[in-house]
């Protein structure tokens, strides 16, 4: 290594000397040539080799200059004439329109029908043809075809002037004879006859005089284009002329460099092909230098190039803060008293992450490393020797120790949470838990294979649903994230769109690994049971609500207040009270997710910041139990629901269009609807409600929901429960 960067940095002092000896030759000369000169020209201050190229460059700029101005000009005049054709071009349809519309009054008149249609529509015709005929005598500004003012050029060749002045003796009478019509004498009925008379006698004259002045005005424009298109011809070539002087003199300049930077490549191309690592000198432009090792565009890829700014190569691969910090630290690393030494552990790109794509184009992740050396020559820092080595292995390592370790530390904290959760409460969960896992696999055993995959997927994505409902309502987060990445899988089954047997391999390992868990959980809670104070069904319910709509209001970005009133739930029975605060969560989930909005959202539909969700079971005078969830959101859309059933392509526009609000809202209950498309553990994925469909169904109970879009929804579940 310290070979190769010293075989670089006496390269780059042997190229440095030789343009030194360079510089100081050309200055010689240039003294040499001015000692007989007493006035100050220019050519003093431009070297001999370069006073040809640049005389042809300022002729080629002041001659460009010249025919931009002329082609400026002509194309402002054709843009003038092109408006003025257009207008010329409407003053023939205006002409057939004063007469139609004089045809239509009359004709009208004749039936006894109002004419004020007939007659706005002659006012505006004659105003708009009068005003642009003064136009085209005397310039102005006149309504263009969109009604807005555009300005218009008096006509000034002496033919166009004849026709104006034609058009104007037919014109003047015209008008004259409109007045009383125009203005709406008392008369102007009796008048109206000759004004039609003259309008049919001059009507193909005024618009053969229109013709002949568009016609005028085209041949001047096409006359103008011709000129432009013959001085940009010229242009064109005495441009080319100019080029091939320049490029011929640019070209042996270029010979010359060419044959500097081959000399120094051939001395150094063995060494940089045998060096492992990325090697390269850097320049005080930040640029990579002409010779790099072979290794380089494979660590870095392809362009990483002779000549390319070095940070313009990583600009891609480096977030702008880290990659302006490496800039700014190899720019102080050409300082003088910069010792560098003393600045490596400021180095930003000791260490760097960067996605490349390989020779499947499938994209891969290395870790690189990248140090950068001071190249001194006569006590003065010259170039950077940088050094990129791919560090990925040793990375990868690291960082999946430190994975493991985050993952234990996790699932031990996870499991604390777990073991502080009331025993009774803890035990049920384990119990019911179980028994739905066993139940999953009793069904997986006895599914028919003749039979579609579909509908056992659906069956199993409800139940682990309702499992993951009732962990995150005790806040075990342990079973929570498991249920979750149960449901992922099945959610990758679903998908797919010919699902086999051999598909569903993967379930019962995911049983196996949550029963085990299940089984470690409860061997611990039994230990602990007698320790534990026991609270009422009520009182844990509420706790378990307030925490659980905290985390989801949390995990979206919401701010929520939750009130709970559940004190009746300790008047039911177990079975009812499980299946009550089954439906209660769900609901809760759906009213955070889906109903309440972001703080932003609340506050520009002038709501308080913070959305309000209601959970109150009650007991009426009849013996009935009822459940509301309430909250104050966007409430339901018939609309977005129609989309998203339209969408779901279950429903034809046909179906859909059958149905009222009240029966597109009762459709949100159907299984694997969904208007959310992320995959958060908060998602019900399309069985949510289908979930609490199915609860409400086991209690008897009877379902109302009441909504106002941006305002409100309420979920009324009423309910008896056995003496």
């Given at each position: 290594m310290q070979s190769s960067a010293s075989c670089l940095a006496c390269m780059g002092k042997g190229v440095l000397t030789s343009r030194m000896g360079a510089r100081r030759f050309f200055l010689h000369q240039f003294q040499i040539n001015q000692e007989n000169t007493v006035s100050l020209s220019l050519a003093k201050w431009i070297p001999g080799k370069y006073r040809q190229i640049v005389y042809a460059v300022a002729a080629f700029l002041l001659f460009d200059l010249g025919v931009l101005v002329l082609n400026f000009y002509t194309s402002y005049q054709i843009s003038e004439d092109a408006v003025s054709i257009n207008l010329a071009g409407r003053q023939r349809m205006l002409s057939q329109r004063m007469t139609k519309s004089l045809l239509a009054m009359q004709s009208d008149a004749l039936a006894g029908e109002p004419q004020d249609a007939a007659l706005e529509e002659l006012r505006t015709t004659v105003a708009l043809f009068d005003t642009s005929f003064r136009g085209f005598e005397s310039g102005g500004e006149v309504k263009g075809g969109d009604g807005t003012p555009v300005p218009l050029v008096a006509v000034a060749s002496p033919a166009g002037r004849a026709i104006l002045a034609k058009a104007r003796a037919v014109w003047d009478p015209y008008l004259a004879a409109l007045q009383p019509v125009?203005?709406?004498?008392?008369?102007?009925?009796?008048?109206?006859?000759?004004?039609?008379?003259?309008?049919?006698?001059?009507?193909?004259?005024?618009?053969?005089?229109?013709?002949?002045?568009?016609?005028?005005?085209?041949?001047?424009?096409?006359?103008?284009?011709?000129?432009?298109?013959?001085?940009?011809?010229?242009?064109?070539?005495?441009?080319?002329?100019?080029?091939?002087?320049?490029?011929?003199?640019?070209?042996?300049?270029?010979?010359?460099?060419?044959?500097?930077?081959?000399?120094?490549?051939?001395?150094?191309?063995?060494?940089?092909?045998?060096?492992?690592?990325?090697?390269?000198?850097?320049?005080?432009?930040?640029?990579?230098?002409?010779?790099?090792?072979?290794?380089?565009?494979?660590?870095?890829?392809?362009?990483?190039?002779?000549?390319?700014?070095?940070?313009?190569?990583?600009?891609?691969?480096?977030?702008?803060?880290?990659?302006?910090?490496?800039?700014?630290?190899?720019?102080?690393?050409?300082?003088?008293?910069?010792?560098?030494?003393?600045?490596?552990?400021?180095?930003?790109?000791?260490?760097?992450?960067?996605?490349?794509?390989?020779?499947?184009?499938?994209?891969?992740?290395?870790?690189?490393?990248?140090?950068?050396?001071?190249?001194r020559v006569g006590g003065r820092v010259s170039h950077l020797l940088v050094t990129v080595q791919d560090v990925s292995e040793q990375v990868r390592l690291e960082r999946a120790l430190a994975a493991a370790d985050a993952r234990t530390r996790s699932e031990t904290e996870a499991l604390l949470k777990v073991l502080t959760t009331d025993s009774a409460s803890l035990l049920g969960f384990l119990d019911q838990a179980?028994?739905?896992?066993?139940?999953?696999?009793?069904?997986?055993?006895?599914?028919?294979?003749?039979?579609?995959?579909?509908?056992?997927?659906?069956?199993?994505?409800?139940?682990?649903?309702?499992?993951?409902?009732?962990?995150?309502?005790?806040?075990?987060?342990?079973?929570?994230?498991?249920?979750?990445?149960?449901?992922?899988?099945?959610?990758?089954?679903?998908?797919?769109?010919?699902?086999?047997?051999?598909?569903l391999v993967a379930i019962p390992l995911k049983l196996d690994a949550f029963l085990d868990r299940l089984a470690t959980v409860r061997d611990i809670a039994e230990r602990l049971t007698s320790s534990r104070v026991q609270h009422t069904p009520a009182v844990l319910a509420g706790k378990r609500f307030a925490q659980l709509g905290k985390r989801i209001a949390a995990d979206h970005g919401k701010a929520v207040e939750l009130a709970v009133e559940l004190d009746k739930l300790n008047a039911l029975d177990p079975c009812a009270q499980t299946t009550v605060s089954e439906i209660a969560v769900q609901l809760l989930r759906n009213a955070v997710v889906h109903g309440i909005e972001t703080p932003q959202q609340r506050t520009q539909l002038n709501k308080p910041a913070q959305g309000n969700v209601h959970i109150r079971l009650h007991a009426h005078d009849n013996g009935e139990f009822e459940l509301c969830v309430r909250d104050d959101g966007s409430g339901l859309s018939p609309a977005r629901i129609r989309e998203t059933l339209l969408a779901s392509g279950r429903y034809t526009v046909e179906q859909l269009d059958q149905w009222d609000h009240k029966q597109l809202i009762m459709r949100i209950f159907e299984p694997g609807f969904s208007t959310v498309t992320t995959g958060d553990r908060d998602a019900g994925h399309g069985v949510g409600l289908d979930v609490v469909k199915q609860k409400i169904a086991r209690l008897g109970a009877r379902l109302s929901i009441a909504t106002r879009p941006e305002r409100f929804t309420e979920f009324s579940i009423r309910f008896t429960v056995p003496a």
């Open positions: 125009l203005r709406g004498d008392a008369s102007w009925e009796t008048r109206l006859p000759a004004a039609v008379a003259y309008g049919r006698a001059n009507n193909v004259k005024l618009l053969g005089l229109m013709n002949d002045l568009t016609s005028h005005l085209e041949r001047e424009a096409s006359a103008k284009a011709s000129r432009l298109r013959l001085i940009q011809t010229a242009g064109i070539a005495l441009a080319l002329l100019n080029f091939a002087f320049i490029l011929v003199h640019f070209l042996r300049q270029l010979r010359e460099s060419d044959q500097v930077i081959e000399a120094a490549q051939q001395e150094t191309q063995e060494i940089l092909a045998t060096v492992k690592e990325g090697l390269f000198l850097l320049g005080p432009d930040l640029r990579i230098g002409t010779q790099v090792s072979a290794s380089l565009p494979g660590i870095l890829g392809e362009r990483a190039r002779p000549g390319t700014d070095f940070f313009e190569v990583l600009d891609e691969r480096v977030p702008a803060t880290a990659l302006q910090a490496a800039r700014d630290y190899a720019r102080l690393l050409f300082g003088d008293r910069v010792k560098e030494s003393l600045m490596g552990d400021l180095n930003p790109l000791s260490l760097m992450e960067m996605t490349q794509t390989n020779d499947r184009g499938e994209p891969q992740t290395h870790f690189l490393s990248i140090h950068f050396n001071q190249v179980r028994q739905t896992l066993l139940r999953i696999n009793t069904t997986l055993k006895n599914h028919n294979s003749d039979e579609r995959y579909d509908g056992l997927i659906n069956g199993i994505f409800r139940q682990i649903h309702t499992l993951k409902g009732d962990a995150a309502m005790l806040g075990l987060d342990l079973f929570e994230a498991q249920a979750h990445e149960f449901e992922r899988l099945l959610i990758a089954l679903r998908e797919q769109p010919d699902l086999r047997g051999n598909d």
